[in-house]
């Protein structure tokens, strides 16, 4: 069945330091791939997405590549700052069996706490 | 402003008894999803519904029931067959054309 696997933290990097948190996933056929944000005692919020192999989200200096050969969604930035410390989750989203193809109905990897210091 | 509302932020119950938490969307979406978070965890589908007055089983649907009755509204009861309750609770919804789900700020449920 799908599934997504995403690097464990915590991670813990200091301002301005390059990150990356990995994020694999199994599943038939190409689902869309998502990246969401989740700050302390709140909801999630979107951060980016791709809907087919190689393309690339991207929003607030992070991005990620689908990449179908290594069914791969790794997240990056270039340069981290303190306001960046959140819960990071990767998802894909599986198709309905009624109704097609869902932007909500989705299978969410485990997250990955990042902490940066200043 | 459009979003999602999910009330109450905290909710304590005794065990045994049934609670019913809120969901209002104001953005217009079809479709609308309840998800279960625990410590550690990633988020798993409760239920979800495509369309007013139909909705399917998610992943664990045991023990938790919903209604759908308008379109703005996706309240989710959780019974007391629910063996393991206390858990945060994020309801979302989207629309069929893409842009991801909107999630709300989430309900910390305590059965105790």
């Known amino acids: 069945g799908n599934s997504v696997t995403q690097m464990e933290g915590p991670v813990t990097l200091s301002e301005e330091a390059f990150l990356t948190i990995n994020c694999t996933y199994t599943?038939?056929?190409?689902?869309?791939l998502f990246w969401y944000v989740q700050y302390p005692g709140e909801g999630l919020q979107l951060l980016l997405k791709?809907?087919?192999?190689?393309d690339k989200g991207s929003n607030k200096g992070f991005e990620a590549t689908y990449r179908k050969e290594t069914t791969s969604f790794h997240l990056e930035k270039g340069s981290v700052q303190v306001s960046d410390s959140a819960v990071y989750f990767c998802?894909?989203?599986?198709?309905?069996?009624?109704?097609?193809?869902?932007?909500?109905?989705?299978?969410f990897g485990k997250g990955t706490k990042l902490s940066v210091k200043p | 402003d459009g979003g999602i509302t999910q009330s109450p932020k905290y909710l304590f119950r005794k065990e045994g008894q049934n609670v019913t938490l809120s969901c209002e969307q104001n953005?217009?979406?079809?479709?609308m999803y309840w998800y279960r978070q625990d410590p550690g965890q990633g988020l798993r589908l409760i239920y979800y519904?495509?369309?007013?007055?139909?909705?399917q089983k998610g992943d664990i649907a045991e023990g938790y029931s919903v209604s759908r009755e308008k379109k703005e509204s996706f309240p989710l009861t959780v019974t007391s067959a629910q063996k393991n309750p206390t858990a945060f609770y994020l309801c979302?919804?989207?629309?069929?054309?893409?842009?991801?789900?909107?999630f709300g700020q989430g309900t910390r449920l305590t059965v105790v």
């Open positions: 791709a809907t087919k192999a190689d």
């Open positions: 599943a038939t056929g190409y689902p869309s």
């Open positions: 979302a919804s989207s629309h069929g054309a893409g842009g991801g789900a909107f």
């Open positions: 998802a894909l989203g599986r198709v309905s069996r009624n109704y097609g193809g869902s932007q909500g109905n989705l299978i």
């Open positions: 953005l217009n979406h079809d479709a």
């Open positions: 519904s495509q369309i007013v007055n139909d909705f």
